[in-house]
């Protein structure tokens, strides 16, 4: 099988709009969750949210076009325009060759999707009629349509696939990406990961399920992996892409290779639509590690995990438990840590966004922080790298996630060295 590398990233998302800010900012400590401006939050439970600061869509498409999008795609756009150019392989109007259209392929990610769009329609339909209802509504609002518009812009005309796996998308995604140019159906591939639920209907769904923290007079510390206090998630919203190719077509081109896929595993609980048990985890877990030893013929050593580390009661702890497994004990684990606490829970966006942060953690040698870590769970027995980052020798990474119906990723990332 073809060996599969990273060439090019981008993200925007709370505490930042582009990779180096974003990432210098989570190493920093730095909080971007927030009293909701978005809309009108005081009647709800939940008011607080890690929000995309001074994003304006007509950076990045036609102020015509704008309307014809949800947010989520626009975020997802800015976030694929960057990636494209660090890459080197978009010209300078963005787009691949005709010649190398054919085998670049776009696979995108998102949990929800356009729910604002949902939200905002439903309510025309109610109140103003079906004639009022947008021309736009249905193509500003599909997953698939991220893709669509993305394929567009940078002339991607290889497979367009989807992923709508709750939380686990992004990085569901990037494996789909990963087998795909294995088995020769493309050269290239950008996966885009995004979503902006942060909407009346978002907020009090997860509200009214009783997932989100209630924090809502002390936002800034909302948001606590591991922490024995935490109480739930904080919505995020953003988005994160990053460009796979081959090896041998990035050492053609004599690209700057981020990393090299070594191994990804993908589980299923089978047990609840909301309460995860430490089986799927641990099983994504095992199979990234089997795959990795496969492809690379040694037991891959792990020197940082990048953590889903939502900040939920039971998930917190699960993953923990998943993690002592697979490694065999808890002093056998590398440092983890979970950059939510920084930017919230992206949902759909999460995994490409937070494989981008253990990519970054790699290259530079500092692995960044899981802040509001102030009285560890009992529980939870590992080293979370607790409010301060700290420098490693980093090699191999992880980066977990895992969603609603009990769906599991689990990505493993190599530093190559020519």
């Known amino acids: 099988m073809k060996r599969v590398v990273i060439t090019g990233l981008g993200t ?45 869509p007509t950076t990045i498409m036609d102020k015509k076009d704008v309307k014809k999008a949800d947010r989520f795609i626009q975020l997802g756009l800015h976030a694929a325009q960057e990636a494209m150019k660090d890459s080197g392989l978009a010209n300078e109007d963005g787009k691949v060759s005709d010649e190398d259209a054919p085998r670049f392929g776009m696979i995108s990610a998102s949990g929800i999707g356009g729910l604002g769009t949902i939200e905002k329609n439903s309510v025309v339909l109610a109140t103003k009629g079906p004639r009022r209802v947008s021309p736009f509504f249905i193509p500003s609002s599909l997953v698939n349509m991220l893709g669509g518009f993305v394929s567009i812009a940078h002339n991607l005309k290889g497979p367009s696939l989807s992923h709508v796996t709750a939380c686990a998308a992004s990085t569901h995604a990037l494996s789909d990406a990963c087998k795909t140019i294995m088995l020769n159906g493309a050269d290239r591939i950008l996966v885009v990961g995004a979503e902006s639920a942060i909407c009346g209907a978002g907020v009090a769904g997860f509200g009214a399920m009783k997932a989100l923290s209630t924090r809502n007079d002390d936002p800034k510390t909302a948001s ?144 960044p922080p899981t802040i509001n870590l102030i009285n560890q769970d009992e529980n939870c027995t590992l080293n979370y790298v607790p409010n301060k980052a700290i420098k490693a020798d980093l090699n191999i990474v992880m980066s977990n996630n895992f969603g609603f119906g009990g769906t599991n990723g689990s990505i493993i990332l190599k530093k190559f060295n020519k």
């Not at 900012?25 to 009108?40: M, N, P, Q, R, S």
């Not at 109480?231 to 050492?251: H, I, K, N, R």
């Open 12 to 56: 925007i998302n709370a505490i930042g709009n582009n990779v180096e800010d974003s990432f210098n900012a989570a190493v920093e400590g730095v909080c971007g969750i927030d009293k909701i401006t978005l809309f009108d939050a005081d009647a709800l439970t939940v008011r607080i949210a890690g929000e995309v600061k001074d994003f304006d």
């Open 224 to 367: 606590r992996p591991f922490d024995k206090d935490r109480d739930g998630f904080v919505m995020g919203e953003g988005a994160g892409a990053l460009v796979l190719e081959t090896l041998e077509s990035a050492l053609a081109r004599d690209a700057k290779i981020y990393a090299e896929v070594i191994g990804f595993g993908e589980s299923a609980d089978a047990n609840h639509i909301t309460s995860p048990v430490m089986d799927g985890p641990l099983r994504a877990m095992r199979a990234a590690f089997d795959m990795a030893e496969h492809l690379t013929g040694e037991r891959p050593k792990i020197d940082y995990v990048n953590a889903h580390g939502t900040s939920t009661p039971v998930g917190d702890v699960n993953e923990s438990a998943a993690l002592v497994e697979v490694f065999g004990g808890a002093d056998n684990c590398p440092p983890v840590s979970s950059t939510k606490g920084q930017i919230g829970h992206c949902l759909g966006a999460a995994g490409a966004i937070e494989a981008i942060f253990a990519i970054k953690a790699m290259e530079t040698g500092i692995i």
